[in-house]
């Protein structure tokens, strides 16, 4: 037996295993934590946003009167919700709250469910509009192969054919800059492999070491 010396108790650098294990358990119970919190995202929100943009149909319409429009635009004056409902079923039509901040909000009888094809139609049409007024890059350069031309070419085909506009860059490097013309035969051939579909907005032109070329749709 050792006399004349206290023992001493075991010693825990921050590194050890006794930290790690308090890291351990630490981490544990706030992952367990967060994974009880629930936030909402993209895709809920958007779901939200799309319910509250719902026009209030029928009995949601919880307010005492209306302004009443009729099926073909007619003006019937303000008349109680009840009444106007029963005119709309009586034609096998909804009345629909079409401006719930006016006052009184107005309302019209009218097909809700063809009502929201059409305007899903809309919706559809500004999306297409909206994508069809993207512009799309294509390089290119000089010594482009055929087999590479012909596959750009089918791209730039598919992307005015989508309704996109179609930027081309030629590339010129070291001693091509000293012929340009090659550049511009190859855009003007592709100016004519897309003629059926397109034309050319903007014709080739130097831009710095580039030449650039716009194509746009058709109109049909």
Known sequence: MVTGAKAEAPRFSPGGSASRVLGRRSAGVEDGFCARLHFPGAAG??????????????E???????????????QLGIVPVPEALRRARELGLDLVE??????????????????????????????????????????????????DFQTKAKLIYGFLQEG?????????RGREMAHPELGRQILDRLAEYVSE????????????????????????
Do not use: C
């Open 197 to 220: 579909i397109a034309h050319v907005e903007r014709p080739p032109a130097m831009e710095g070491r580039n030449m650039v070329m716009v194509l746009s749709p058709a109109r049909r």
């Open 98 to 147: 079409v401006a719930p901040t006016a006052s009184p909000p107005v309302a019209k009888i009218m097909d809700y469910g063809r009502y929201k094809y059409e305007q899903s139609k809309r919706d559809r049409e500004a999306h297409r509009k909206q994508r069809g007024s993207d512009v799309k890059r294509m390089r290119m350069t000089p010594k482009i192969g055929d087999h």
């Open 45 to 58: 929100r958007r779901r939200r946003d799309s319910i509250e943009r719902e026009p209030r149909v029928n």
């Open 164 to 172: 996109h506009k179609v930027k081309v860059e030629m590339w010129f």
């Open 60 to 74: 949601r319409i919880r307010i005492r009167e209306v302004r009443l429009i009729g099926p073909n635009g007619e």
